[in-house]
């Protein structure tokens, strides 16, 4: 499928990448459209390349500054992890980072990507797109519900092409192990990638930290990213940027530093990037490691292999009653049981709880007996504790979703206080 824009584009990053232009910001698209971006001038002295702003998801977006350094480190990295580079089929917009590194790694690996912007959940309008890659070695970059949603259409065409590929991408949200383990079964090679703009992407895959990469726990479970990969910081807020980043420890300097934009006395340091994710690191044997990406583990030994679990997030701890509750892991709980598709759960203000826990769930089938919440109580109450059993749910046909394929929490918050407050509670 020629996109006529892309090869505009492509050129107009290579300008950045010899500094003949100022930063480049792609533009979310408008259905039907095709990409834009536009310089940023005022970007000029920060040392950007790309301004990439978040998806906004938990608030607003910050305007993220990567380097061509940076960019080039993680397309290289991503090419040791999944054994070099090859041809891209382009399936989320490049304003979100994820669309971005497929036009970076495109122009490292001297390949154009196939691109397929509309419709990418439609299995014969995917199928005909995957079809026109030429390249011996391809991949795909997808968020989970994409591959979700192709897989409800098993032809033998669709697995024919999804099969093809040397690896399936998987980022942005979590993949859940039916996903997960679906795909493995009818022979897919799936790669659960975590990352954000602010590491220009995916920098860990299936748990296990790419080459050059280091993974550390912060204060409370925060996860801790550092390498050549990480951003430069954010754009026009340098208080949040000396809050998320730093310069990390090293053997000449033990302690970190605020990363302040245009102060560059800090050569040979790596920056290391403060996550909203809680997870846990625990270490692995490298002859037990099952992923098809080539992992490292920096800062271990060949055999030692670092692996990250993440838990939940920072930001997702709910207080109800005085009882801290994990969002995340209520969202993993409700996803266990048979009858959930796909859940999301956060906190919202109640006079009487300070906080109560409710809760968007997509069955996966078409029974909503009258048990179904009563089998859901009894599950997370003896997962997690009375405490965690939302007091309201509603239900839905689907979750709506971002442009970049992540749930819309602000959507979905709001549709829950609106049904919180006229609806049945449980």
Known sequence: MKAHWLPNALSALESTR???CHPLEFLPAEAGADPSWTERPDAAATGAAVVVRTSGSTGTPKQTLLSWDALDASADMTSQALGGHGQWLLALQP????GLAVLFRSMVAGTEPVV?????????RFTKAAEQLTAERRFVSLVPTQLQRLLTHESQRLLKVLRR????????????AELFNHARLVGLNVVRTYGMAETCGGCVYDGYPLPGVTVEMGTHGRVLLSGPMVALGYHEAPELTAEKFEWAPDARYPQGVPVRI??????????RFRTDDLGELTTQ??????TIAEVTGAGHSAQIIPRLTITGRADGVIITGGVKVSAEAVRRGLESHPSVREAFVAGIDDAEWGQKVVAAVVLSTASRGGDTFAEFEQLLRRQLGAAAVPKHYELLGALPLLPNGKPDRQ???????EGADHGHST
């Open 116 to 124: 397929l912007l509309e419709d990418t959940t439609n299995p014969e």
């Open 285 to 290: 044997r490298a002859t037990e490691v099952e």
């Open 411 to 417: 959507v979905l918050i709001g549709m829950l206080k």
């Open 18 to 20: 010899r500094m003949d």
């Open 262 to 271: 245009g102060v560059n006395d800090h050569e040979g340091r790596k920056r």
């Open 95 to 98: 304003s979100y980072v994820a």
């Open 165 to 176: 590929f040397d690896a399936i991408l998987l980022g942005g949200a979590p993949t859940s």
